[in-house]
Every structure is written in structure tokens, then in C-alpha cells.
């Protein structure tokens, strides 16, 4: 959705469901609703093999729908992320990101204390 200068005219999306393994190896899929131009959240995803996914569903009900398949088909949306809402009308995007595992941060150097769960923000 497009910034708007003026905050009462600002568009929000629908809503954003994030689909991941956390850091304790649960699988989750929190939904981010009513978003608005430059909202972000913070999530810390489990590191295996060097490597996390993080994939995004995107819905938006209002009528200029920007989340549409050129075939009109539905986006295939696991059910503890959301289903009830129109899949024709969603948007998933994947991204797999390179990390560390505890193990490998531990035994890294390192200047100073960090922790060894990685966090990501996204939106």
C-alpha cells in the first residue's frame, strides 16, 4: 500500500502472516493485521544447516487488491496461518536466510558477548 503523508488518509494491508520455525523448534505462523506504510515486527527463527525460511502471506481485502495470480488461481496457505480468508486475493513469498547454529557461534571468536539467535524484521 502506498505512504500517505497525511496519516488519516493512510491505506492498510489487510493483514501478514509470517510462517516459521522459532529459535525452541516450534512451528508458528503469527498474523500481523491492519498494517500500515513502515510497520515492521521482529522475529528469531531457528538456524538449521546454516540456513532458516521464512515464508510470507499477504492478504488485502479492499477493492484495488494489489495480491491477485495471473490465473486467478488460490494461494496454497497452511491452515494455521489463515483459512478463511479469499486465497485469490493473497500473495507468498519465501526467503531463506543464512545464519549460524548456536554451536558454530559458540565456537566463532568474538570480540564481546552476543547472542547467538539471529533476528530478522521484515515489512
Not at 532458516?52 to 499477504?58: K, P
Not at 565456537?107 to 558477548?113: D, N, T
Request: charged share 30%.
Amino acid at each position: 500500500k502506498g505512504c500517505a503523508a497525511d496519516d488519516a488518509q493512510q491505506e492498510t494491508l489487510s493483514w501478514i502472516a509470517a510462517d516459521f520455525i522459532r529459535s525452541d523448534e516450534e512451528l508458528t505462523c503469527p498474523k500481523f493485521e491492519g498494517l500500515k506504510c513502515g510497520a515492521a515486527a521482529e522475529v528469531t527463527l531457528h538456524c538449521y544447516d546454516g540456513k532458516s525460511v521464512l515464508d510470507l502471506y499477504m492478504f488485502d481485502d479492499a477493492d484495488d487488491n494489489m495480491f491477485t495470480q495471473a490465473d486467478g488461481s488460490p494461494v496454497e496457505i497452511p491452515n494455521t496461518c489463515d483459512a478463511t480468508s479469499d486465497r485469490t486475493k493473497m500473495c507468498h513469498s519465501r526467503y531463506i536466510v543464512k545464519c549460524a547454529t548456536q554451536q558454530e557461534e559458540e565456537e566463532k571468536p568474538q570480540p564481546m558477548e552476543e547472542a547467538a539467535e539471529k533476528r530478522y524484521w521484515f515489512f
